[in-house]
């Protein structure tokens, strides 16, 4: 558990400085599409790499997402930025188990993220309001 632990929190890390790049280099579209690439990309990537438990990465990068949410922008206010940590924590366990399921039934990993990265770039449409 503690390496599944180690190992999102190097991906989360990983995932906030591209994150950064890609949201001043593309702005909403980055949001959209490309972070949540990046981000099953390395959740999924780096729990197959080192043998761990994909749902547990996952989750272990939502718990540390959450902590980011908990503590930037302060100016949010203090309920919404209690919903944004409960919803990451959600989102990247909905990801992770949905990851899982396929890549154990289809047996695909190519299959398992993409549709882990649509479901994804639906999910933040969804819940930070941006439209179509």
Do not use: Q
């Amino acid at each position: 558990m503690l390496k599944a632990l180690a190992v999102a929190g190097a991906a989360a890390l990983f995932a906030l400085r591209v994150n950064r790049i890609l949201a001043a280099g593309f702005g909403e579209v980055a949001v959209r599409l490309l972070i949540p690439v990046v981000e099953e990309g390395l959740k999924t990537g780096s729990a197959l790499l080192f043998g761990l438990s994909v749902p547990v990465v996952h989750i272990g990068f939502g718990l540390y997402e959450a902590g980011y949410d908990l503590l930037a922008n302060p100016g949010v206010g203090r309920t919404r930025r209690w919903l944004a940590a409960f919803l990451a924590i959600i989102g990247h366990g909905i990801f992770g188990w949905l990851t899982w399921w396929l890549l154990w039934s289809k047996g695909s990993a190519i299959l398992a993220l993409a549709l882990a990265c649509t479901v994804h770039c639906l999910w933040n449409a969804t819940v930070l309001g941006i439209k179509r």
